[in-house]
């Protein structure tokens, strides 16, 4: 299986001809159903788990206004969000080094802005706080899910 698990429950959100369910797609059918379960608790979470795993761009407004909801600054969370969207280190448009001045070639230098990873680094106090909301609504509707799915497992 060449998908991860995180993945996998994101795609499985788009399962949304249940009717057509073929004997290899009840697994599907039983993420889906966990992931159901576990958004009743955590709705904000599952809208982010949709967002970045399973690609559901619908869910972006749900988790922009879920964690303004949650007494994050508006205007951070939009930081973050973009960030999380695209985060490619401007100043070396990915690549992780300096280039050769006047020239397209890249120096030996490492990049400054994102230390030689390409990606740009996250700044501020607020906006680290949103990203640290964002991990734990992430391990806490993964841990539910998977829960859920070990007891419907169990219960086969
Ligand atoms: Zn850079």
Redesign the pocket.
Known sequence: MGMTSRERIGTAQHTDDLGEVGLEEIGDVDIVRACGWAGQKNPLGLSIWRWRYGGDQRELPRVAWGLIGRGHDPEVVARVLAHLIDDV??????????TVAGTPMLSDT???????????PLAGEREKEVMETIARLEREIAGAIMRRLAREIGEL
Do not use: M, N
């Open positions: 280190c401007r100043p070396c448009e990915g690549r992780g080094y300096e490492i990049c400054l802005h994102c230390q030689g990873t390409g990606r740009a």
